[in-house]
């Protein structure tokens, strides 16, 4: 959802096909996405017509909308932090481990 939220707010004017191709979700996704936004009112849809003479809608995030987006902005990077951490204590122990190795390789060869 917070793709789609940075999709919408970055080009209100993309359709859902378009938004589908720069999310890398189905049309129906998209469109099952949108109106479920829509009813918890994060996004606000408005009729106007392109340059084909089609009736289409911008898309904006609501008020509601942008505080959603940066709640789920902030538990999302609050989790990857989380994983960065792991991450890196694991990669300080892999280190230690190699060195380990590598004194006792060492020092097997020069006996």
């Known amino acids: ?6 999709a ?27 109106r479920a936004m829509i009813e918890k009112g994060y996004i606000k849809a408005e009729n106007f017509r ?8 911008l898309y904006y995030l ?3 909308g942008v505080e959603e ?3 789920i ?3 999302f990077l609050r989790r990857k932090m989380v994983e960065y951490e792991k991450l890196e204590k694991e990669i300080q122990n892999l280190k230690k481990e190699v060195s380990l190795l ?6 097997r060869e020069k006996s």
Do not use: C, F, H, W
């Not at 392109?50 to 809608?57: D, E, G, L, T, V």
């Open 69 to 71: 987006k940066a709640k």
């Open 8 to 34: 919408v707010k970055e080009n209100p004017q993309m359709t859902q096909r378009d938004l589908s191709v720069s999310v890398g979700l189905s049309l129906g996704k998209i469109n099952y996405l949108i």
């Open 62 to 64: 609501t008020p509601n």
């Open 50 to 57: 392109n340059s084909k003479n089609k009736i289409a809608y």
């Open 1 to 6: 959802m917070l793709v789609l939220m940075r």
């Open 73 to 75: 902005t902030y538990r």
């Open 102 to 107: 590598d004194n006792s390789t060492a020092n």
